[in-house]
Nanobody, 124 residues
Framework: VQLQASGGGLVQARDSLRLSCAAS????????LGWFRQAPEKEREFVAAISGSGGTTYYADSVKGRFTISRDNANNPMYLQMNSLKPEDTAVYFC??????????????????WGQGTQVTVSS
């Protein structure tokens, strides 16, 4: 599975931004997809994930209620809609894929495939 993330940028606090992740390769609908982020000098952390069918989603507490993950298997892309952005959301965001279930799988090691990161910077 090959992943390509895009959509990052520089925004102000309380603004919105939508990230996209295009997936190609094997049967993408068999893979759960997720977003992680990594701020400078910090560990890569889980943000959100969505099941292969798109019917199940899972969020980190820090983004619950502000971010929405979605996917359209017919047209491929996965999205992360980020609303009410905060300066602490500043990070490089990565999309990732894993075969099978997503619930409870929040460590980067649980995901076998990764895209390149896209920078999100939120100014105060």
């Amino acid at each position: 599975v090959q992943l390509q993330a895009s959509g990052g940028g520089l925004v102000q606090a309380r603004d919105s931004l939508r990230l996209s992740c295009a997936a190609s390769g094997r049967t993408v609908s068999s893979y759960g997809l997720g977003w992680f982020r990594q701020a400078p000098e910090k560990e890569r952390e889980f943000v959100a994930a969505i099941s292969g069918s798109g019917g199940t989603t899972y969020y980190a507490d820090s983004v619950k209620g502000r971010f929405t993950i979605s996917r359209d298997n017919a047209n491929n892309p996965m999205y992360l809609q980020m609303n009410s952005l905060k300066p602490e959301d500043t990070a490089v965001y990565f999309c990732a894929a894993r075969y099978g279930a997503i619930y409870g799988y929040t460590h980067p090691n649980h995901y076998a495939y990764w895209g390149q990161g896209t920078q999100v910077t939120v100014s105060s």
